[in-house]
């Protein structure tokens, strides 16, 4: 018989996602994982299969936790200033209590850029596939751009998003604000 698991699964994760956030997958040890998440390492992998199956659910309750902020994007109807907001909510989720800087997502992609790990790619591949299809979205509302425009424009603040990620790390709240004002002054 089966032994009943002494914990709740999203509660570790959200341990251990906060932990990845922090360290970067490659520098978080199967040893910190278990402390962090309270549970021994017969538990993770009875559960998770291996420190990337962590590593993939716990990105998976990063999403969860930001998708508000994509849906209020996906779902609006003023173009440039949704991407602006965006940006904003994006930093913001930053501030809030036990919450760390930067995002887990360009992390992710900027430890994994050069990896072969198909798994984890394809994640980060279809992120930022699906945030670029929602930029040219609300970029297209100004119907005086031509479709060169709108696509130099999407790929430019894909990259800012990844630039005020890096930053949102260590530049104070008026840097950033200037930052994401300047990004758009001219979009």
């Known amino acids: 018989m089966a032994r009943k698991k002494q914990y709740i699964e999203s ?83 930053c501030y809030q209590q036990g919450n760390q800087k930067g995002c887990l997502i360009t992390n992710t992609y900027n430890e994994f850029s050069e990896s072969d790990n198909i798994l984890i790619n394809e994640q980060m591949q279809g992120f930022m596939d699906n945030l670029k299809d929602v930029f040219i979205e609300k970029l297209k509302m100004n119907t005086t751009k031509n479709e060169e425009t709108v696509l130099k424009e999407a790929n430019f603040l894909l990259l800012a998003k990844h630039g005020l990620a890096a930053a949102s790390k260590v530049n ?7 930052y994401i004002e300047m990004t758009f002054k001219n979009i």
């Open 11 to 93: 509660e570790v994760i959200d341990k251990a996602m906060h932990l990845f956030w922090r360290k970067g997958y490659e520098n978080t040890s199967m040893r910190m994982l278990e402390n962090e998440m309270g549970i021994n390492k017969f538990s993770i992998y009875a559960s998770f299969g291996h420190k990337q199956g962590v590593y993939l659910e716990s990105l998976k309750c990063y999403k969860e936790r930001i998708n508000n902020i994509f849906k209020n994007l996906e779902n609006a109807t003023n173009g440039v200033l949704a991407i602006k907001q965006f940006f904003y909510d994006s930093v913001n989720i």
């Open 172 to 178: 104070n709240k008026k840097e950033i604000e200037d």
